[in-house]
């Protein structure tokens, strides 16, 4: 069965560290997202890739960024961890087109000490 | 700018009580698609609907149904007979045409009690 993975599932780290949080999925679906779940503030988009090579910045995109080198992978990197980016990680993949549903992997739980 | 409100944030029932899940949006394009995802206590988000702008028909699957509004900006959904199992935080959302972007409410979390 096609599905969406994400790795580490909980991660502890340092402020000012480099993290790096890896998404698979094997939909080969073009679109890719990440989000982060803060409570009060629902899902947040952080970047989101519509293909291989393209990544674009969401609504929350400061201190993150992304590299899309093949379909099934969308890894999401903190440059320099901060105590704010303490979330929830979800990412997510979509079939190009008429805005489809997106479907969601496990979540990443990241505290940032 | 797009926007989803999700005005309750806690809603408490007993079972088999019926219970209503408000979502209002907003948006100045036309074509539009709105969504509800299910977050159990175990934290995946599983999709549950999406409804595009053009589609106002009433949706029911077996003890949900969604009522989907135009005129007053709303998709509530709505829960007959909820089960214990349906306890969860459950989130609104919106996608503007082409753009495959969800935004999000900020979701309501149900709590049915046996």
């Known amino acids: 069965d096609a599905e969406i993975t994400q790795s580490p599932r909980h991660k502890i780290t340092e402020t000012g560290r480099q993290v790096t949080l890896a998404c698979h999925q094997t939909?080969?679906?073009?679109?890719m997202f990440w989000y982060r779940q803060d409570l009060g503030h629902g899902l947040r988009l952080i970047h989101y890739?519509?293909?291989?090579?393209?990544?674009n910045k969401g609504e929350v995109s400061d201190g993150y960024s992304v590299s899309r080198s093949n379909t099934e992978d969308l890894p999401l990197t903190l440059e320099s961890a901060a105590s704010s980016q303490t979330s929830v990680y979800f990412c997510?993949?979509?079939?190009?087109?008429?805005?489809?549903?997106?479907?969601f992997g496990p979540g990443t739980r990241l505290t940032v000490l | 700018a797009q926007k989803v409100t999700q005005a309750q944030t806690e809603i408490s029932v007993v079972e088999k009580e019926d219970v209503t899940l408000d979502c209002v949006y907003e948006?100045?394009?036309?074509?539009?698609?709105l969504f509800w995802y299910k977050q159990p206590p175990s934290g995946e988000l599983v999709f549950l609907i999406r409804?595009?702008?053009?589609?106002?028909q009433n949706e029911i699957s077996g003890r949900y149904s969604w009522n989907f509004q135009k005129s007053t900006s709303s998709f509530n959904f709505t829960i007959t007979a909820s089960q214990v199992v349906d306890s969860a935080v459950y989130f609104c959302?919106?996608?503007?045409?082409?753009?495959?972007?969800?935004?999000f409410g900020t979701g309501t979390r149900l709590q049915v009690f046996p």
């Open positions: 997510a993949s979509s079939e190009s087109g008429l805005n489809n549903e997106q479907f």
């Open positions: 939909w080969n679906h073009n679109n």
């Open positions: 890739s519509y293909g291989v090579q393209d990544t």
């Open positions: 948006t100045r394009d036309t074509t539009y698609y």
């Open positions: 409804r595009n702008s053009f589609d106002e």
């Open positions: 959302a919106l996608s503007v045409y082409n753009t495959d972007k969800l935004i």
